[in-house]
DNA sequence: CGCAGTTTTGATTCATCTCAATTTGTGTGG
DNA sequence: CCACACAAATTGAGATGAATCAAAACTGCG
């Protein structure tokens, strides 16, 4: 079980790529955050192997029983909730380095749907296996805990959006967030692909998709950011940023 | 430090009353669910002491050093989220039992505001001490996760709330959500005093105050709730459930 | 008892939704 | 490789729900 501890090799398993930790390039951004080489293995070696998506297929669906917690090792997610009513609200965009299955922690069964918006793969993280190492290892217990704290406090932000801005406060802000998070996983800030559809980025940001569409071609227009479908660019970041926080606060 | 562990009666600290979780009547709702007597008494032990907070007291500020989450024990808070561009969005309402802090975790300091809503007492459990606790106790450890996994799925449904209600369904699904709480604390499931403003309703709403009393007019017009200023009975708890599952579904 | 803060209510404006038509893009199979 | 069908995105016109502005009524605190 633990014969991969510190191995360069990447062994195969049934799932999928098995990658260590100490492989990949976000540890930096994911649990393993500033473990050492030791400890690190030992995370290795509670993680059951990889899993592969394919665009469109679900990792896990509101219902299911929780076992396990993901981290996202290339691709891209949407979480959402769904209402017998039929309501639908997507809850977030996860990308490489970023966790998800957390809402499933505290029914024993996940309470919203992860769906990977191109093929994907994510790490399986056995949520008991992983409580039992976190209670031996006090920084990946930390880190543990401050990961589901920050998702915590990016909800927070998602109510400011959704409580208090108007639509194309929405976009910038949304816009700026993923520029940021590419950013600090080594891409363009300024040159992205959308994975997600208009659709999709209204649910997030409580909009019609026409009003998503509306306010990227206003911004266009405007020359803050170039649109050809999914493919942005941002041609002016400051002003763009300037759409948030307007110079002279937002009454004045 | 130690010495009250196990101990019946309470002793006074100087920071105000020491409850022991066993002799709490939250302690169901709380972090101590399902502790063994020994184990509970060993998170007595860490627990710092009480605090009581004034009405409109900060229980702290964003941007204060993060040492310790909370448990409410008795009163009411808020806890809201400032930007420098002088947005406001309150993040949620607490009560009894309920814990508060964790945004604080990921950052080492707090990122939102919590006042008192009503006089009101906490008690103060040092972050660092439970964390160390939690290791040796596995069920504390997974109360702990479950308390932060419940807090990411309340945050969904706030996002699911703004992101897609109108006015009066949220104002619904607000109603109910604290009827349901204060059923489970043991009060009336039908009567219940709102601690908080208008304008404070309206800010977790994404609503502005204005329209949170006009709503609050319409369902009493309609007979399913009365309303006296801060006093609500809920009159007719069928057809305010109705509100936000309309019969037929939404659409049709 | 009076004043400040809170709440209610009304009239009007405005942002976003809705409905509808068109364009563009994508994937599939001949 | 092209044509077709389907999904996604854009754009317009009009409807609507909530915001805004304004005034009055109520509450409770000092």
Known sequence: MHANVKLNVIPITNQGLKVACSECNMRELCLPFELTDNDMGRLDSLIGGGRKLKRGQHLYRAGDSFESIFAVKAGFFKTDVLT?????????????????????????????????LED????????AELELLSS??????????????????????????LGTMRAEERL?????????????????????????TREEIGSYLGLKLETVSRAFSRFQDEGLISVQQKHICIL?????????????????
Do not use: W
């Not at 309501?87 to 024993?108: C, H, K, S, Y």
């Not at 994907?120 to 949520?127: A, K, T």
């Not at 002016?236 to 004045?252: E, M, N, Q, Y």
């Open 236 to 252: 002016d970041i400051a002003r763009l940023k300037a759409v948030l926080a307007p110079p002279g606060g937002r009454i004045g």
């Open 120 to 127: 994907s793969e994510v790490c399986l993280i056995p949520f």
């Open 84 to 116: 017998e009513d039929g309501r639908d609200q997507v809850t977030g965009f996860q990308m490489a380095g970023e966790i998800l299955g957390m809402d499933g922690i505290g029914t024993e069964a996940h309470t919203c749907n992860a769906v990977a």
């Open 136 to 161: 031996k290892i006090p920084s990946l217990q930390h880190n543990l805990h401050k990961v589901m704290s920050r998702e915590i406090v990016r909800d927070h932000g998602v109510m400011m959006l």
């Open 172 to 196: 910038a802000a949304f816009l700026l967030n993923l520029s940021q998070r590419f950013t600090a996983r080594g891409y363009s800030p300024a040159e992205f692909h959308l994975r997600m």
